[in-house]
């Protein structure tokens, strides 16, 4: 379908405000929900990826994936990232146990670039962040800070549109490997409730899930779709008990969990979310629109085990000798009043428990024990803490839209609009302590701490306008300019005091502030803002009826780092009816978030096998710069892309190959060890320096370009077979990651897992089947060979089992659904419906270290195979 650039405002109005069922026209592919086979007449048409008017996605001269709300509610998980994942191959996502807050927003990446480098959009507009820093992602997304997808419910969607292409020069900062559009529901009358009820089939991860959409009248002239969801989810366990914390329990300390730590997927509860869509028609060709949302979910994730007999910091630490020592604490201060018996550092085949020097200090009744303090009182079979997060999402976004009918520009078409977003995620530790208060923790209630809040919080206002001009061409030449104006800010809350002050014993060797993940202390509090605007230009045109040309050129002005200027060239020829060629060549930026450039936060993970807290400063605090940090710059990116398109009658084929540069990639450095010599220097700098001593410190970086390249195929196949209709869908996807100039702060482990650390070869195979009553797929993905880690260890030569290269392996999804009548449906399903196993972790190596039974960095999920039923109403 060619549409007449003549008729944009009217073809975008279709666009935006048609409710026809829409699916997958590339990734994978279903028939329609109804089972008569009408799924195969619809033309798929999309927004993204041009300012002309909406084209199907085989005249776009970019590729354009459209998935459908009904096809992504074909999946096992009810959490948008995996539904995009089962849809897209390019597109990854996977687990996040003991990360912190990315368990809690996984962080995801388009063409093996990482998340912040892909922009959202919902209803056309720029989707808001989130707050939630990914410290520990899995390599491609260290550090990433990209917005919340899995807050969209499928329920609310129309469709989905995923622009594989960079467009930085049509749409701004961030759309380096795409753009993915969210399309909310427009319908103003209908709607659907479901039950959803799944679990693995281990036994655990039990989900429930509740979801509705309805459609009502807004006034006789518009409409108002609203759409909710409720979720709640049990904790998973791929747990086996740690070597040392079985060796305790062997030396009688009964006091010991078995497991002692918990690898799984976190408890998700009452998780809340509301969609709406509003528009109205205002007559003279105009309309008014309104979309936001609300959502909140709290999630509970583990931490690591804390050894009561060899934690540094809390149970451990050494003299003044350098001796490994029991840590102590003398409560009223050393040298003052008693003085605190010395224990050395016990083997784990021993039990410190029936120490006779530790039973002096445990005896409350001992003037040595009423001074003198052990953790061990508190947690005598250590202690493992839980990491509670809230996360809060809001947004909304108004306007107008319409022709102009008089002047200069009549018959143009307007778009004026304001966005708010914002994004809260706030932090809890349960079961811990603060080393450095010692005794004082028996008063913290639960041994429960606050840590303090992230807020991100984007304003950003825009200008639109689109006009087809007469310039004597086949067609009209699509002209579309505007403006942009955008404020974006990052926000730390400080915790309650006792997860961040100094204790008495702070200079006695414990470690300072709630243990696992420090609170936010009082001088990192405050808010970081960052203003923007832009201004953009883009033609497009038919030089000939086969021939289409596209340039867009955008300038946007940074208030932190200055300007950048960015162009695209699009192109498509139709050589026959059926087959057309098309390429792009652009170039894009991604600017540093304003969280990057000034986060503050401390986590734990794993160093030569050993657990530590490192701390991470933004790049122009005193202690980064003494480490060499400075301030960020933004990423540069060039890409090309060339491809082709075949469609004849019920077959459609694209193949694209891409090349994507990007220069001065943004990401969380390695970590790096403080010395006498950098406490020396920062004397005067930064208070009390020598508490860092021995420490680690990250910081954000520029450090290392990279060259990703590979090839999609998309291939749709319909036909009208055993007595219905059949649709054989297949997608493949070929993606490698060269890092080109790896700086200082990029270790060679960094590399490998940028490089390889992602399959390279991954595609999808699906056989989708109608009749009048059933409609059933069969869906399997495969997944190449890949670099495995566990627990973020750099272990290069896998000396120690914690990595290795894993060859390729292969899942199964199946779904059948039974349609009673026009209102009442009922599912059944499976992912990974062979329970295919994922990589063990080497039994001579970390299997069990840390309680861990196999790689986190699978790309597929390594909780195993999951089962679900769901009934759906529609009226």
């Not at 026809?20 to 592919?29: D, E, N, P, Q, R």
């Not at 004849?648 to 220069?663: L, P, R, S």
């Not at 219905?724 to 897992?753: C, E, M, W």
């Amino acid at each position: 379908m060619k549409l007449k650039l003549s008729n944009v405002s009217r073809a975008i109005t279709y666009a935006l405000a048609s409710t026809a069922s829409v699916g997958l026209l590339s990734a994978t592919a279903y028939a329609d929900e109804s089972g008569d086979g009408a799924e195969k007449n619809i033309e798929k048409i999309a927004v993204v990826g041009s300012r002309s008017a909406p084209r199907s996605v085989d005249d776009s001269p970019v590729p354009i994936d459209i998935i459908g709300g009904d096809e992504l509610d074909k999946n096992a998980s009810t959490d948008m990232l995996d539904m995009l994942q089962a849809s897209i191959p390019s597109f990854n996502v996977r687990q996040q146990p003991i990360s912190d807050a990315a368990s809690f927003i996984r962080p995801v990446n388009l063409r093996g670039l990482s998340s912040d480098s892909t922009l959202i959009l919902l209803n056309g507009k720029r989707r808001h962040r989130a707050s939630v820093i990914a410290f520990q992602g899995g390599g491609v997304n260290d550090g990433a800070q990209g917005p919340d997808i899995s807050v969209i419910p499928s329920v609310a969607l129309k469709q989905v549109e995923v622009l594989r292409d960079g467009a930085a020069a049509q749409y701004g900062s961030d759309a380096i490997a795409g753009v993915m559009n969210f399309v909310l529901k427009d319908s103003s009358e209908g709607g659907s409730i479901s039950v959803r009820h799944g679990e693995y089939f281990e036994g655990d991860g039990t989900q429930f899930v509740v979801d509705g959409n309805l459609g009502l009248p807004f006034t006789d002239d518009g409409f108002a779709n609203l759409s909710f969801q409720y979720k709640s989810a049990d904790p998973t366990s791929r747990s086996v008990q740690r070597p040392d914390a079985a060796a305790l329990i062997a030396a009688g300390n009964t006091h010991v969990n078995d497991p002692a730590q918990v690898w799984g997927n976190p408890e998700i509860e009452d998780d809340i979310t509301l969609f709406g869509n509003v528009g109205l028609d205002l007559g003279n060709d105009k309309e008014f629109y309104m979309f936001g949302n609300y959502s909140d979910r709290i999630a509970t994730g583990g931490y690591y085990y804390r050894n009561p007999q060899n934690r540094g910091g809390v149970f451990t630490g050494t003299d003044a000798d350098g001796n490994d020592i029991h840590l102590v604490g003398d409560m009223d201060g050393l040298n003052n009043g008693i003085e605190c018996p010395s224990i050395p550092k016990l083997p784990n085949t021993t039990n410190i428990l029936d120490n006779e020097t530790y039973k002096l200090i445990a005896d409350p009744n001992t003037a040595v024990g009423k001074n003198c303090w052990a953790f061990n009182e508190l947690f005598p079979g250590g202690y493992t803490p839980q990491f509670t997060g809230e996360i809060n999402d809001t947004s909304l976004t108004m306007g107008t839209r319409g022709d102009i009918t008089e002047g200069f520009l009549e018959g143009a078409f307007i778009d004026i609009s304001g966005s708010y977003g914002r994004n809260k995620s706030t932090y809890t530790l349960v079961n811990t302590v603060n080393p450095s208060m010692g005794s004082l923790n028996a008063d913290q209630p639960n041994n429960a701490f606050e840590a303090g809040s992230y807020i991100q919080l984007e304003k950003s206002f825009n200008i639109d306008l689109t006009k087809g001009f007469d310039v004597g061409l086949d067609d009209d030449l699509n002209f579309a300019t505007g403006i942009e104006w955008r404020q974006e800010s990052f926000e730390i809350i400080s915790g309650e005091q006792a997860s961040w002050e100094q204790g008495p014993l702070a200079s006695q060797g414990f470690s300072v502030g709630s243990h696992g993940f420090a609170g936010f202390s009082p001088e990192s509090q405050g808010i970081n803002k960052r203003q923007s605007f832009s201004a953009y230009a883009d033609a497009e045109t038919y030089l000939t009826e086969d021939l289409l040309l596209g340039a867009a050129l955008r300038y946007e002005d940074f208030s932190s780092f200055g300007n950048t200027t960015n162009y695209k060239v699009t192109a498509q020829y139709q050589l026959t009816d059926d087959l057309s060629i098309r390429g792009s060549h652009s170039t894009g930026f991604r600017a540093p978030t304003v969280g990057q450039a000034n986060v503050v936060n401390t986590q734990t993970s794993l160093v030569n096998g050993e657990l530590i807290q490192s701390a991470t400063y933004p790049p122009t605090h005193p202690v980064s710069a003494e480490l060499g940090g400075k301030e960020l710059d933004p990423e540069e990116s060039t890409s090309y892309a060339f491809g082709l398109v075949y469609k004849t009658g019920e077959f459609f084929m694209t193949i694209d190959a891409y090349n994507i540069e990007v220069t001065d990639r943004i990401a969380q450095t390695d970590k790096v060890f403080i010395t006498q010599a950098n406490v020396d220097n920062l004397q005067g700098k930064y208070p009390s320096p020598e508490l860092l001593l021995g420490g680690s410190v990250t910081f954000f970086a520029n450090d290392f370009d990279t060259t990703t390249q590979g090839v999609d195929v998309v291939m749709n196949y319909g036909m009208d077979m055993f007595d219905g209709y059949s649709k054989i869908s297949l997608a493949y996807n070929y993606n490698t990651t060269k890092v080109d100039d790896p700086g200082q702060f990029t270790s060679a482990f960094k590399v490998r897992r940028l490089e390889e650390g992602i399959p390279e070869h991954r595609a999808t195979l699906t056989f989708a089947q109608n009749w009048e009553d059933v409609s059933m797929f069969l869906r399997a993905n495969y997944f190449g060979e890949w670099f495995a880690t566990h627990a973020d260890e750099p272990d290069v030569d896998s000396s120690y089992g914690w990595s290795e290269t894993v060859g390729s392996s292969f899942t199964l999804d199946a779904e059948v659904t039974y349609y009673f009548n026009e209102q009442w449906t009922m599912s059944v399903g499976a992912n990974n419906i062979l329970d295919t196993e994922a990589q063990e972790l080497q039994k001579d190596g970390a299997y069990s270290i840390v309680s861990g039974k196999y790689y986190e960095s699978g790309p597929f999920d390594y909780n195993g195979g999951f089962y679900y039923v769901k009934a759906t109403y529609k009226f």
